[in-house]
């Protein structure tokens, strides 16, 4: 009986330590999170917003070890210019000059590692814009209910070449960064 007994306690820690180490996908509220982006040129910037069109964290106890998100390009919104201005910069940003939305109407991030220290997590990912695909490594915040992360992104490693000035020359006050900036709330 007592062999009997220790083997279910055995069974039951067995279980239990399995149950808490199975990994979880947290599914993004895609109508609560939030994709901010600015852009900058010689004389200024522009910024706007984009939308998810599906994602989830996927976590192992505390710790982060994947994910993937789908960004819906079609969305791409500027927020400082009003009117024509606007409309025009947006259908510019959509054009094949920038970011071809006809073609390529979605970007994906797949997350292949993280570090955990603290709630900050140090992550390894492939984002793929316009068809290219690329090694990324950015911070992102995990919280109960949100994770935050705040990344640049060299445009130019995705075939959006248009105004840089490390590639073309004399473009003078027309140049555009090669960076541009991501500021993600994930809701979940």
Do not use: C
Not at 42 to 64: A, F, P
Not at 122 to 132: E, F, H, Q, R, S
């Amino acid at each position: 009986m007592k062999t009997i007994m220790k083997s279910v306690l055995i069974l039951t820690v067995a279980a239990t330590t399995v149950a808490f180490t199975t990994p979880m996908k947290k599914r993004i509220d895609i109508k609560e999170s939030t994709i901010e982006w600015k852009g900058k040129k010689i004389l200024g910037s522009h910024t706007g917003t984009i939308n998810l069109k599906e994602g989830y964290l996927e976590v192992e106890g505390d710790d982060l070890i994947g994910g993937m998100f789908v960004v819906d390009m079609t969305s791409l919104k500027n927020t400082d210019l009003s009117g024509e201005n606007r409309a025009k910069l947006e259908g510019h940003l959509k054009s094949d000059d920038f970011f071809g939305v006809a073609t390529y109407p979605t970007a994906t991030l797949v997350i292949k590692s993280a570090t955990k220290k603290g709630n900050v997590h140090t992550v390894n990912a492939d984002l793929t814009i316009k068809g290219a695909t690329n090694p990324i490594t950015f911070e992102l915040i995990m919280g109960e209910t949100a994770a935050r992360t705040s990344l640049k992104i060299d445009r130019t490693q995705y075939g959006v070449r248009y105004g840089s000035g490390s590639i073309f020359d004399s473009l003078g006050d027309n140049t555009i960064s090669d960076n541009f900036e991501l500021d993600v709330l994930l809701k979940f």
